[in-house]
């Protein structure tokens, strides 16, 4: 007689295995066996397969496992395992659930100017057909399918697409370019993940110079400064975060001048005061300028 023992993607304190980031879960036991109950929660699909053969695809609800039964050789194994043998069955959990996926690389403009991008596209498995393309189409490692996984295979389309934009535009312009780069991503994203039965919800896509001064210099161009004039202006905002005095100088185009302190004698300076009969004679007046 099998075992009835409940399959789903609970752990034994209560909690969800299928966490963010966790696009498909295959059930570590060996222990489904005919008349197991598979529990599929709201946003999962169960695939259940047998030596590698899908047999059935379930939503949410739960199920008992109806399997054909097959000889088995040794009593061993008919003791401990109900007529099934380990492993003949395979539970494996599909989220349904929307995720984001992350990619982030290094694009060329036409100066040849490095530009780094990051992505974030939303996922998510919508059918029970498109679960069975995850199962039978993605490969993973372990017993489940994260989002790193998935953009491991998706993050070169990401790339391709980027710098076949990127590539013809000059490094300012990148920017205003940024819609029809996103529509790009998209187009080849969803033609690419379709293969495996994954939804492109939504894409977002950032772009900045990888170099610093570079990212700097753009922007006091976007003032409506000249090319000598943001170099001028990068310039004298160094100078001033240093604490030199000649920043300002540097922001306009003007030369440093340092002063000089003169001593000048008083109009005063050589006469001889009256004695004065009641106390001592006042001194002469000087005056430092």
């Not at 295959?26 to 030596?51: Q, W």
Request: net charge negative; with cysteine; proline share 6%.
């Amino acid at each position: 007689m099998a075992i009835r023992n409940v399959i789903s993607t609970l752990g034994t304190d209560g909690t969800e295995v299928m966490g963010p980031g966790i696009l498909m879960w295959h059930y570590p036991g060996a222990d489904i066996m005919n008349g197991s109950l598979l529990t599929v929660e709201s946003n999962h699909f169960c695939v259940l397969k047998s030596r590698g053969a899908i047999l059935n695809v379930y939503d949410t609800g739960q199920y008992p496992v109806e399997t054909p039964q097959r000889p088995l050789l040794g009593s061993f194994q008919q003791a401990f395992y109900g007529g099934q043998s380990p492993w003949q069955y395979e539970a494996m959990f599909v989220s349904r659930a929307k995720s984001v996926v992350k990619a982030q690389g290094v694009a060329l403009s036409r100066e040849l100017a490095e530009m780094v991008y990051d992505v974030d596209y939303y996922v998510h498995i919508d059918t029970k057909e498109d679960a069975v393309k995850l199962v039978t189409h993605m490969p993973y490692q372990g017993h489940a399918l994260t989002t790193e996984a998935l953009n491991a295979y998706a993050g070169p389309v990401v790339e391709q697409a980027i710098n076949q934009l990127v590539q013809i535009t000059p490094l300012e312009q990148v920017n205003e370019k940024i819609h029809d780069i996103t529509e790009l991503v998209r187009g080849h994203l969803q033609d690419f993940l379709g293969i495996y039965g994954v939804t492109l919800n939504d894409v977002k896509v950032l772009m900045r110079p990888r170099d610093e001064r570079m990212r700097e210099l753009i922007s006091l161009r976007a003032f409506g400064l000249s090319e000598i004039d943001a170099v001028r202006y990068y310039v004298a905002l160094k100078m001033a975060e240093r604490g030199l005095v000649s920043a300002p100088n540097m922001a306009v185009g003007e030369p440093f001048h340092i002063g000089i302190t003169t001593t000048q004698a008083s109009p005063l300076a050589g006469i001889t005061p009256t004695p004065d009969v009641n106390g001592p004679a006042a001194p002469a007046a000087h005056r430092t300028v």
